[in-house]
């Protein structure tokens, strides 16, 4: 079945410092993945894809790494601000198919 | 930018009862989800549309169902509501041939069932 899960619930880092929020999937057949971001009270927010043919796409501070070896799938944000606190979610889905699924959100907090 | 909109924003039913909550796609999106999320939880698939028709089935309960009309707005229906259905309601769309992983989200409906 699809599976998509986080390693970490919760993540502190400095203001300034980069991020690393990491992302298990299970379902081999995702052909695309995807991170969200959730600010308190707001709907998910779309910040970056990969398909998954791709092992790494680049967009604004932030970076997303697939190792479809270890069903692995990560995403960096470089030198993380205060408006980058929110909870993080992956999630994966198939091309034609009209269903994402998300996994377990990751609490990013900065501190200052 | 017009962006997906939701109402109401707040609800609050007794157990048993019915609500409906209504989503409004950005225009010319063709494609609406509609997704549940609990407390601390992640967003769970229901449902979607494209083009009027149910496109893909998540873990939507049969009291539930969900319509998309011909002005592609769509409502979610649910039926004998129960405690554990409180949750936030977040509808999303998009333009189906658009080859990306991006979903355009509203703010969502809170229910509270009481």
């Known amino acids: 079945g699809e599976s998509v899960g986080l390693h970490l619930p919760t993540l502190s880092v400095q203001e300034g410092d980069n991020s690393i929020i990491n992302c298990a999937y299970s379902?081999?057949?995702?052909?695309?993945f995807i991170w969200y971001k959730q600010e308190s009270g707001k709907g998910p927010q779309f910040i970056i894809d990969?398909?998954?043919?791709?092992d790494k796409r680049q967009g604004q501070r932030v970076t997303v790494l697939l190792n479809k070896t270890v069903k692995h799938l990560s995403l960096q944000i470089a030198a993380t601000q205060p408006g980058d606190s929110a909870v993080y979610f992956c999630g994966g889905g198939i091309q034609g198919a009209q269903k994402l699924v998300f996994g377990q959100g990751t609490r990013l907090t900065i501190n200052p | 930018a017009a962006g997906v909109i939701q109402s109401p924003r707040h609800l609050i039913k007794e157990k048993r009862e019915t609500a409906t909550l209504k989503c409004y796609p950005i225009?010319?999106?063709?494609?609406v989800y509609w997704y549940q999320q609990g407390p601390g939880q992640d967003p769970q698939f229901l449902i979607s549309?494209?083009?009027?028709?149910?496109?893909d089935k998540g873990s939507i309960p049969d009291r539930f169902s969900a319509q998309q009309f011909s002005d592609y707005h769509s409502e979610l229906n649910m039926s004998s509501l129960e405690l554990g259905d409180s949750a936030l309601y977040f509808c999303?769309?998009?333009?189906?041939?658009?080859?990306?992983?991006?979903?355009?989200f509203g703010e969502g409906s809170r229910l509270t069932v009481l």
């Open positions: 549309f494209y083009e009027k028709m149910q496109s």
């Open positions: 999303a769309s998009r333009v189906r041939q658009t080859y990306t992983g991006e979903l355009f």
């Open positions: 990969i398909r998954s043919n791709m």
């Open positions: 225009p010319r999106h063709d494609t």
């Open positions: 379902n081999s057949a995702s052909d695309y």
